[in-house]
């Protein structure tokens, strides 16, 4: 499997701009889960999907965050619009729902946001 | 849900055996340990789960003891590439999402 793949690696807007990122999870993983990484705050789970229902989004910040799964194998991370304080790494993980006792979370590359 | 308690940063020497040591005094009966282990730029990524007792796989052992109020990573004969931050989580399948990263454990090997 190619794990979990996210697009782009990179991306650099002006303040302002919609920024949409793209996650394709592990085939067969039924839970999506979408972080932020920064170093004052470390990693915080925005929102997390089970069967493409989203659960649980009390960590997205704000309005102007908004995140959707229309199917089992492609979500994605909309902020409009986009402020400096948003720069960070953005990470989708997917889990199976049998995953052991515990929550094993499978990583992607992560995405890197620069907002100027 | 549990909260997890462990040390900012270590430091060892190539060749040594490194132990990490995650407090976790409220555990709850169904919840599970897990570590994950992030390399700079890149995601998290899972290196053992464990309930009780010992658990050992190719990268790594956990020892939890019988009380399950904390639990200890050990890396044995540690390289430069081990260099990364160690994050310990305790939750269980049907908190999905609930565990928290925390700062975890900056490990810095030297040669």
């Known amino acids: 499997d190619a794990g979990v793949i996210q697009s782009p690696r990179h991306e650099v807007t002006e303040m302002g701009q919609e920024v949409t990122l793209r996650c394709k999870p592990i085939?067969?993983?039924?839970?999506l889960f979408w972080y932020r990484q920064t170093m004052m705050r470390g990693l915080e789970l925005l929102i997390y999907f089970n069967n493409n229902v989203p659960i649980d989004d009390s960590g997205m910040p704000e309005d102007r965050f908004s995140a959707k799964m229309p199917n089992a194998s492609f979500s994605t991370l909309k902020i409009q619009p986009s402020e400096p304080r948003d720069s960070a790494v953005y990470f989708c993980?997917?889990?199976?729902?049998?995953?052991?006792?515990?929550?094993?979370?499978?990583f992607g590359p992560g995405t890197r946001l620069t907002v100027l | 849900l549990a909260k997890t308690t462990q040390p900012i940063s270590m430091d060892s020497y190539e060749g040594q055996e490194v132990n990490i040591t995650c407090s976790h005094n409220n555990i709850a009966t169904n919840d599970y340990i897990t570590w994950y282990q992030q390399f700079p730029s890149q995601g998290p990524r899972f290196i053992i789960q464990?309930?009780?007792t010992k658990v050992t796989n190719e990268v790594a052992s956990l020892f939890i003891p019988a009380d399950r109020k904390s639990s200890t990573l050990s890396l044995p004969r540690v390289s430069l590439s081990d260099t990364a931050v160690y994050y310990c989580l305790v939750g269980d399948r049907s908190n999905a999402g609930k565990s928290t990263f925390g700062d975890g454990t900056t490990l810095t090997v030297k040669p």
């Open positions: 085939s067969g993983h039924d839970y």
């Open positions: 993980a997917s889990r199976p729902t049998m995953s052991g006792g515990g929550d094993t979370q499978y």
């Open positions: 464990g309930y009780k």
